[in-house]
């Protein structure tokens, strides 16, 4: 049974640019949450998606954006990529509200 | 809403001895609490998690950690440290009977010491 998958692993953007992130759930789950992850600090909750819309947002401009397909894989998605937002893009899904269980994350670095 | 205090950056603690990790928390209702762990760039792996019942919970690779509903704290514990408990610690909380997300403190980085 796979776990949490992201992808790709590394991805390097300019300033500017747009960025697709991509996120299979364990299976079962049916619930996708994305943090952002800066160096050094804790995860920082981006949104989560449930039944294909979003159902909570924290404090993340709409630059970020995202979606979630009916068989509960998600995008996250950037645009107008900016310095601040290099950092370690987590994913973690869930069932009803349980515990999490994280991929291995995307990292971004913009320059 | 919810938040989590983690006060300290950096513990460290000699090999064989006791260690704890502390954890405060915030929220209007009851609390889920959770404690994660994360090695060097990987995503987070659940150690142990509080929702009702005994205050005592027991997790993985020997952690335990003690719910003080009066302190609001959920602080991690394990008896006797390895040096491969190395690693960073992350403390987290949801609000129960809501759709809430799951918010994570800051982190302590804990040093064994061999």
């Known amino acids: 049974d796979a776990g949490v998958t992201q992808s790709p692993t590394h991805l390097i953007k300019t300033r500017g640019q747009q960025v697709t992130l991509r996120c299979s759930p364990k299976s079962g789950h049916d619930t996708v949450s994305w943090y952002q992850q800066a160096l050094g600090q804790g995860p920082q909750f981006i949104f989560q998606y449930y039944e294909e819309e979003e159902r909570q947002r924290g404090n993340f401009p709409d630059r970020f954006s995202g979606h979630q397909f009916p068989n509960y894989s998600s995008e996250l998605n950037v645009n107008a990529l900016l310095l601040g937002d290099s950092a370690l893009y987590l994913c973690?899904?869930?069932?009803?509200?349980?515990?999490?269980?994280f991929g291995s994350g995307t990292q971004l670095s913009v320059l | 809403a919810q938040s989590v205090a983690q006060p300290e950056d950096q513990v460290n603690v000699a090999e064989g001895n006791p260690l704890t990790v502390k954890c405060t928390y915030s929220v209007s209702g009851n609390p889920y609490l959770f404690w994660y762990v994360q090695y060097p760039n990987r995503g987070l792996q659940f150690l142990l998690k509080y929702i009702t019942g005994d205050n005592l919970v027991k997790g993985s690779y020997g952690f335990e950690a003690e719910f003080n509903k009066s302190q609001t704290s959920f602080h991690l514990k394990k008896p006797s440290a390895l040096v491969s408990d190395s690693a960073l610690y992350f403390c987290a909380v949801r609000e129960v009977d809501r759709d809430d997300k799951i918010i994570f403190g800051k982190g302590t980085r804990l040093h064994i010491l061999p």
């Open positions: 973690a899904s869930s069932l009803a509200g349980e515990k999490l269980f």
